[in-house]
Every structure is written in C-alpha cells, then in structure tokens.
C-alpha cells in the first residue's frame, strides 16, 4: 500500500502530480533535489512497501501445496475418495486419500524446490536503478523505490516508477508499452493539464516505459501498485507467445483427455452390462483414467526445467522464463550482432587521420574531447578513445558548454566545449561517417579548408570502404565554430567542415572459428545482423569462416515488401548497415519459414527483435529494456558460453520428453490390458487402490529423470516436439507391454490356477516392475547396456523394485488386497519380465530407425 496520507507525504494530496510545479511536488512529497536519506527511504519503504506490480516474495509454501489440489486428476480421486466413504467403503476411503496426499506431497516438494532455485537465480539479474540517497549516486533494486526517490534516467534504462521530470535533455522515452504509440515521444520539464491523458503528460514518465535517448533526472511520485502500469496491467501485460514445448504438452493434454474419456465410459458400462456392482465399477473406471495419465508431469517439468536451468547458470546462462530452456534445445537459427560476440568486443582506437589520411594530433584531441566529455549512454568506442588519454594531453583548458546526445536517427554525437579566455564555442561532432559527411560542408585540409563537393565526398568514401575491408571500423568527425552562448540544439549540426577519421580495430575473438563450427555441428546456423558497414561485416565473417557474399544492406531492405524479404532472408548470409527497427522485421521472416530462431541483443533497440524471437538472449551488461525483453541472459558475451546453454537445453528437452514416453506407454499398455481383461474375468483385475498405489509406486523414480544423463547423440541436433510421436511411441511400447500382460493373465490363470486374490497380487507386483525396468531400456536409442543411468535413477528403480517384490509379505498388505505368491509364481513373473525386456529392446532398435527414417532431414525428436 502506499503512505498514509494522514501521516505521509504523498502525490494524492492535492491536483494530479503532472499538474503541479516541480518545485511544490517536491514539497507535496517530502524530498528534495539531492534525495531522500536511507533512514527517510526506509520509513517510506515500510509504509509503503516494495515497488512491485504484484504480490512480493514469490508464493508461499501453503499456497504452493493447496494449488497441487487443483488438479482435475487430484479432483478425480477425492471424488473417488467420497464415494467410496459414502457407501460404506471406509479403508478404501483411507488408502485412496493416503495416495492423493503422498502425490500431492511428493509433487508440492519438487515444484516448490524448483521455484525457490528459480527465485535465487533471477535474483541475480534483478533490475537496479540509479538513485540519489544521500545526496550520493547508488545502484539499488528497483523494488526499494519510494516516493520521493530522485532517480537519474539514461537512454536504456526502464523507468522504474510514475513521477515527473526535473531536468530533461534531449529525451525521448519509448510509451509503446502504454499507449501503444509506437514512436518515442519527447518529453521534457513542466506542467501538463490535469486532465492529460497518458500520452499528453510530457512532463511526466512511467513505469515499464524505456528511455529511447538522452539523459533526465526524475522525481517519484507514484510506485508499485498505484502506477499507472498496474492500474491498467490487465490491459497491457504482455503475454508472451506459446511455446512450442508448451503447446505440445497442451496438445498431449488434449490426447491424454480423449483417451481418458473413452477408457471410463466403455469399461465402466461395460461393467454394468456384466451386472458388477456399480460402486466397484465406477472406482476401476476412475482409477483406470487416473492411472493412465501421468500425474506428476506438471513436477517432472519443473523439476527437470530448474534442474537444466541451475546448469545452465554455472554454465553461464541467467533463465529468465523457464520454458525457454526448450526453446533453446529446438533452435537451429541464430542471430547476432558482431561486436563483442563475435569479436573481443576490447575495442582499440587504433588511429586518428585527417581527410586525406594522415596522422593528426588535432583530430585526436577533439575526438577525446567529444569522449570523454559526453554525457549520454556509455558505448565500446568512447571507452576506447578515453583509454588512449595520456600525461600530455591537457584537456583542463576547456570548458562543456553543451550536448546533444546521440539517437539512432542522427547517428551523431555532439560536444560543444570552450576554451578559456576564448570568445566562441567549439562544436566536436562524432558519429558515422555517412551521417557525419551529410552535416558537412567543408573539409579541412593544411592551411584551411575546401569545399565538400562530389569529389571529397567520393575520396571519403572510397577510404572508409579501404579501411573497412580491411577490419576497421570507421567513424568520422567533423567541427564548427560559433559565438558563444549558452544552449545548442539539433539544428545547429549544419555546415560542419569534416576534420578526419577515427579507425576502430576489434579483433574476432579466439576461438571462434572452432565455436561457430561446434554450433554448426549441432544443426544451428549463425546469421549476422549488425549495424556496421558491409566490407566490415565481410571481412569478419571470412576471418571466421562464416558465408558472407549474400549480404543485404538496411537501405536494401527497406525497399523490400513483406513477401520480398521472406523470400530473401534465407539465403541472405549478413544483414549490414541494419537500421534497429529492422531487426524485427529480419526475425519475424526468418521465423515465417518455420525456424526456431535466438536473437542475441544488448542494445536499446533490440528488445522488439528479442520479444519476436523465439528465444531472447542478452548479456548481463545489456540496457535494461535488453535484459528485460530477454528470455536468458548471458553473464559472459561469448557463443562457447551459449553454446553449452544449448547443450543443456537439450539434455533438459531429451529427459522431459523421456518421462513422458516412458510413462504414457506403460500406462496406456497396462490400462488397455486391464480394461480387457475387466470384461473377460469373473473379477476385477487390479481393485482401484492397487492401481492408484501401481501408478504412485511408478512415478517415484521418475523424480530422479531430471538427473539422468542424456547420450551423447541426443544433443547433436535441435530437438523440437511432436505430438506423433509421442503417439506412435505411446501405442507401439503400450502394446508391447499389453502383449506380455496377456501372457501374464495366461500363466496366472492357465498354469499357475491363481484366485483373485493372487491374480491381483501377481499382476501387480509384475506390471510395476516393467515398468519400472522399462524406464532403463527405452531411455536410450543404444543398448541399454552401453548407456549408464544417472545413480539416482538407478538406486531409485532398484528401491522401488525390491519393495514391489517385497510388498505381498510385508505387514498391511492385506489393505489392499495382497496376499503372499508362492516361489513357482514369482520365477514365473521373473521369466516373463525379462523376455518383455528382450522384446523391448529388440523393438526399440526397430522403432527409432524408422523414426530416423521418417524424420528424414527434418531431425525432430
């Protein structure tokens, strides 16, 4: 909640805070232009509270355990449960509870585990802002804002609270999130009307906006739930598209659903035309539905997602959203930028020339001027101009009169300083070159300067082209003279005189030919998408052994319609010269031809491409509105740490994927047998708390297929969900395993002359221990000899085996049922399990080469 207005200061006392001068607001608040102090702050923060949208400090224990209760399998059996009580059935009641509460718990145990190891790794990359306490600078988490916070706001950064603005340059801020409107509106200091809408208050930001360019400081006013964010999240909250995976499991959801349906309808009709009670009848046909779906999928995926995910963090990889980590094991299309990733991203001023190419001091003066004076967003190259500063050069005589920050549409960035005793001001332009020569018209040369004709304009070009097929990135500077004064504006970056060249060199990382050629032997290709000129690009990609004589130019693109560039895009190697709007436009084609597409981005203009993507990753020193739109964030910028992401991405989807076949096949095997075998007995095969406990005893050891190790082969190619094959692998092993049940209802009843109660017994104790020996031959395409389970696994399935076997001899078992099997019945089940073995393993061999052949070159699954 926010403060009291009895006995805090607050925004609501009196007209709309965008209304109000910024002088009286500050009053209204209680703060002042230098901050709050850390003993103010506090006090505010406990009134009122964190700075978060919704409820803080994740969800709690007893919340986590009663959503397990939602279930509609969970549903089924407290139905079940009831009924059972009603009609005098009172420990089959007790039993049927017993199992739902151990499910329950079981399942409570593995989610909640999970959410907490998800909540201490995003606590890692929780968002920070910089904010003055104290009258000093701190970094502090977003969620300790309070109203009347002073937070300084550059170009990247997302605005972390509702306030206004007290000092403004040149900025421009992203409402899109909002409004809608999708170009940034500027916004500056004042008043708006009280009655403005969102979009009219330019004097006031918001929070999940993002600073597009320049540089503000701002006062807070609203946070948390009272932010106009949260007044209308309902109608703005961004929902991110449904994954592949997750439509998969959704669809499988549906199959489950259908199946489910029929089994209940026709065994439990069938049962009243064969005049059995209709209390047993209903409670077998239930608990057949229930046994048949695998109940705790929902655990096993979180288990085995945070699994992958605390791997993928001491790999390197920050997971955001964890269904992305299935996202990341299908991709086989990935896009990025050069700098930093492809190369060293260190990057060196290598020299300062002036137009005609030669060394000049002058030139590499004004450019560590320009660097080392701006105050905008901090980039690679200024870095590297002010590194090169030395004992000698003596900036100290001169003065920052003005800025104009840089911005994607000017692609320039202007200084004006002045030097002492001087009576005119000295404009430093720095930018692309391109940008720098059409604000010119001059060109400096020895003793003065000549006009910017077709010719000097054409020797420009003709070196930045030379130098850039060379490696070097190029920018260009240029400079102008004017009468002192006190404000500069855009306009005034007119008649310019080109002063030279500062050549960039950054090396291709080491190592990188040898990663791009891993990442290509695991089905991904690599695609360039920078905004450096296209004889930089090239030459890059032939140092590292990327294609690169398909280029495509952002001036190329721009001509191109919706269905030219999809046509285009595939065979285009580097996309160069790339305006940012058009990384999205590159994504969304790539993805039209049914790629799964990562974009890698840490600029403020790529988070519409990551939000397009597939699978969005950014680097943990990205912008803000970068890390935010990320699906994963890289804490080292470097592919060898993606690339072993995507290894573990894999290993996640290939062990999901397991539990599922493994466990529908069974299932479905063991209930169609039974269902049968329920019209052909004179009694029920299994009484519904045996297969409750059946299913229950099964599972167990699936908890442990999140730490089971995936075989080599599995993680060569991207791997993407088919819900025909889960299909085909579910009937084909289930009908297998139906096979060898009727064997075992023959031996039972043919040879061994079992009762009931021993039949039961017998199936029982047989049916869990295929399917729990099953589980070590189907989870690997090799001889499940010559691949080795992880040892949790194996100790898990070994436990629940030797008790299945020892369960008709332990105290309670008449509970449910059992009763003791002679030795001549238990080698009898003991044969047939292992022929089952054997058959499964020769089918298994069968089946996966016809799935190699059916999958032909699309590799799935």
């Not at 998969?248 to 089994?263: A, K, N």
């Not at 009670?277 to 209903?282: K, M, N, Y």
């Not at 001509?559 to 046509?567: D, P, Q, Y």
Request: one cysteine or more; aromatic letters at 6%; glycine letters at 8%.
């Amino acid at each position: 909640m926010q403060p009291d207005l009895s006995s805090s200061p607050s925004a609501d006392a009196g007209p709309a805070y965008w209304a109000v001068p910024a002088d009286a607001l500050l009053a209204r608040l209680g703060t002042r232009k230098s901050g709050l102090s850390s003993g103010e702050a506090r006090a505010r923060l406990r009134d009122a509270g964190p700075n978060t949208i919704g409820p803080g400090g994740g969800t709690s224990a007893a919340a986590a355990f009663l959503r397990q209760f939602r279930s509609p399998l969970v549903l089924i059996l407290i139905f079940a449960a009831v009924v059972s009580g009603l009609v005098g059935e009172g420990s089959e009641a007790v039993i049927i509870a017993v199992i739902v509460l151990a499910s329950c718990a079981l399942s409570f145990t593995q989610e909640y585990g999970a959410s907490r190891a998800m909540q201490a790794l995003t606590a890692r990359i929780a968002p920070k802002a910089l904010v003055l306490r104290d009258g000093r600078e701190v970094s502090l988490s977003v969620d300790e804002i309070v109203p009347g916070d002073i937070v300084r706001l550059s170009a990247g950064n997302l605005i972390p609270a509702d306030g206004i603005l007290l000092e403004t340059r040149d900025v421009n801020v992203s409402e899109a999130a909002l409004t809608g409107e999708t170009f940034p509106v500027v916004k500056a200091t004042g008043v708006s009307a009280p009655d403005a809408q969102i979009g009219q208050r330019t004097n006031a930001v918001f929070t999940g906006t993002s600073v597009r360019s320049g540089t503000a400081t701002m006062a807070v006013a609203k946070t948390g739930v009272h932010t106009e964010f949260a007044a209308i999240a309902a109608a703005i909250a961004h929902v991110a598209p449904e994954t592949e995976f997750a439509r998969g499991i959704r669809r499988f959801g549906y199959l489950m659903t259908e199946i489910m349906l029929v089994i209940v309808i026709l065994v439990f009709f069938a049962n009243l035309l064969l005049h059995r009670p209709a209390v047993d009848s209903l409670l077998f046909s239930l608990a057949l539905a229930v046994g048949l779906t695998p109940e705790l999928l929902p655990a096993i995926i979180s288990v085995t997602l945070a699994r992958g995910a605390r791997a993928m963090a001491e790999s390197g990889v920050i997971v955001r959203r964890l269904d992305a980590i299935e996202n990341l094991g299908s991709m086989d299309l990935l896009c990025t930028d050069k700098t930093g990733t492809l190369t060293e991203g260190v990057i060196h001023l290598d020299a300062c020339l002036d137009a005609a190419g030669a060394a000049a001091p002058q030139v590499r003066l004004w450019a560590l001027l320009n660097a080392t004076l701006q105050a905008g967003m901090a980039n690679p190259l200024d870095e590297a101009i002010a590194a090169g500063k030395g004992e000698r050069d003596d900036l100290a005589g001169y003065a920052k009169v003005d800025e104009i920050p840089y911005d994607f549409i000017r692609k320039r960035l202007s200084v004006i300083v002045r030097r002492s005793n001087q009576p005119d001001d000295l404009m430093i332009c720095k930018g692309a070159v391109q940008a720098i020569v059409e604000a010119c018209s001059s060109v400096l040369v020895a003793g003065g300067s000549v006009p910017l004709d077709a010719a000097q304009a054409s020797a420009i070009d003709d070196r930045v082209r030379t130098w850039s097929g060379q490696g070097y990135r190029v920018l260009g500077l240029a400079v102008r003279r004017f009468p002192a004064r006190a404000a500069y504006r855009h306009e005034d970056e007119a008649d310019l005189a080109f002063a030279g060249f500062l050549l960039f060199l950054d090396p291709p990382k080491a190592g990188m030919a040898e990663t791009l050629k891993a990442l290509a032997g695991r089905g991904i290709k690599v695609k360039v998408i920078t905004g450096d000129n296209r004889y930089v690009a090239a030459h890059l990609a032939e140092t590292i052994g990327l294609p690169h004589r398909r280029i495509l130019t952002g001036a190329e693109l721009g001509k191109l319609t919706k269905e030219a560039l999809f046509g285009r895009v595939m065979r285009t190697d580097i996309f160069a010269e790339i305006d940012p709007n058009q990384k999205e436009r590159i994504i969304a084609a790539l993805r039209r031809h049914g790629r799964v597409v990562g974009y890698l981005g840490d600029g403020i203009n790529d988070a519409p491409a990551l939000h397009e993507a597939d699978v969005g990753i950014s680097v943990d020193g990205a912008v803000d509105v970068a890390r935010e739109a990320a699906d994963m964030i890289l804490l080292e910028r470097d592919l060898g740490v993606l690339l072993r992401g995507v290894d573990d991405g894999r290993r996640t989807f290939a062990n999901t994927m397991k539990y599922i076949s493994i466990t529908t096949s069974a299932n479905f095997g063991n209930m169609i047998s039974m269902a049968f075998a329920s019209l052909a007995l004179p009694f029920l095969p299994l009484l519904a708390p045996q297969i409750l406990l059946n299913n229950f005893l099964s599972d167990v050891p699936s908890l442990a297929i999140a730490t089971d190790s995936v075989d080599r082969d599995q993680v060569r190619a991207p791997r993407r969900w088919d819900i025909a094959y889960v299909r085909r692998f579910m009937v084909t092993f289930g009908l297998i395993s139906s096979v060898f049940d009727f064997i075992t209802f023959a031996f039972l009843l043919l040879v061994a002359g079992a009762v009931a109660e021993v039949f039961q017994t017998g199936w029982f104790v047989e049916s869990l221990i295929t399917e729990l020996a099953i589980v070590l031959v189907v989870r690997t395409r090799k001889p499940f000899w010559k691949s080795r389970p992880s040892a949790l696994l194996s100790w898990l399935t070994l436990a629940v085996g030797l008790f299945a076997v020892a369960i008709p001899y332990l105290p309670g078992a008449d509970w449910f049922g059992f009763v003791p099997l002679p030795l001549p019945v238990v080698a009898g089940l003991v044969a047939i399990t292992l022929a089952y073995l054997a058959a499964s393993e020769a089918a298994k061999h069968w089946f996966f080469a016809r799935e190699r052949r059916r999958a032909g070159n699309r590799r799935i699954v």
